[in-house]
């Protein structure tokens, strides 16, 4: 008779059990959209609940997409920024994505690295920036149109400090 002492085997499994657990609890419960992206040819290997609902696709159809389906950059540029977040030379970006119904919209992408079957994939939060892009647009053209306007125009506090004069103030 031989016995095999398969404690540490056992104790390994459950430790792999409990980070795989901890890894689909955090993904799956997030509220804003993951990706894991395979950076070699930019497939997405998995996608969150939150992605589905954020871009339009369920998620059967996410994981057999690629980002370039969804991401508004040429293909080489694409894979370019993914070679990047991948190494983890870069982990924020700025893009535009395209969903489901063809809006596209403004989007900061803030990458990690997760090791999967032995290669490290890059795992991609995206926050949606649009309307914070278009306010900062609109902001900028009314400081132009203020600072260009034929009248001295100047805004100060309740205490009577100036805080900002264009510059016909000064002309």
Known sequence: TIFLDITERKRAEEKLRESEERY????????LPMLLIDPADGAIVDAS?????????DLPTLRQMKILEINTLSRE??????????????RQFDFRHRLANGDV??????????????RS???STVVDVTERKR?????RRMALMVDNAPNSITV????????YANQRTFD
């Open 24 to 31: 689909r609890t955090l993904f799956a419960q997030n509220s």
């Open 49 to 57: 609940g939150s992605a589905a609902g954020y871009y339009g696709w």
């Open 77 to 90: 540029a694409v894979l370019a920024k993914l070679d990047l977040a991948s190494t983890g030379q870069q």
């Open 105 to 118: 919209r403004d989007v900061e992408v803030f990458s990690g690295r997760v090791a999967m079957n032995g």
């Open 121 to 123: 994939l890059p795992l």
């Open 135 to 139: 306010a900062e647009e609109e902001a």
């Open 156 to 163: 100060h506090d309740f205490d009577g400090r100036f805080l």
